[in-house]
């Protein structure tokens, strides 16, 4: 554990304030596998600091499982089944498993991505939460801030904060 200076404290914040922003320019309701991967490797820094393990133990990696990923996979184990089982299945067996792999395929395509994957508006929630204990870390008044670093900071925060919370209604609404 590494301890939070009031660098890393202040950077963090900031930090806070491009995230949200970054997420705000993408689809809410798809996961995009280059912001969970962002995601993953900053709380796995985020959860480094002493000060902060403790309050984001409990939060969740991104999980980086698109769509296409989904798909991709049931196609290749559709066309394994296919490769090892068509001499037993024999040509009517093989058409009710292609009619099968379709009406899957057709099944998985209207699944919302939250079932499997973590989507942008969930990233933001998780975002948001990190944002949420920066704020009470701030406010505890135990990181000893200069005067101007404290407003930045909270300038910084409750940007983020602001920013998160109307992508997650927008998010809700439309």
Known sequence: MAPLTRKEFYDLAKRCREEAFELARHDQNHVNLNQCRRFNEWLVELQGYDQLAPQLKTLRTARPINRWMVMGGCVGVSLLAVLFLGGELGANGIR?????????????????????????????????????????LLFSRNMELTEAAFFQAKENLEAARNELRQQIHLAHKY
Do not use: A, C, D, N
């Open 96 to 136: 009710l498993l292609s009619f099968g792999l379709t009406g899957t395929l057709i099944l998985l395509y209207f699944l919302p991505e939250s079932l499997y994957g973590t989507t942008v508006e969930m990233l933001e929630g998780r975002v948001l939460r990190i944002v949420e204990t920066l704020e009470k």
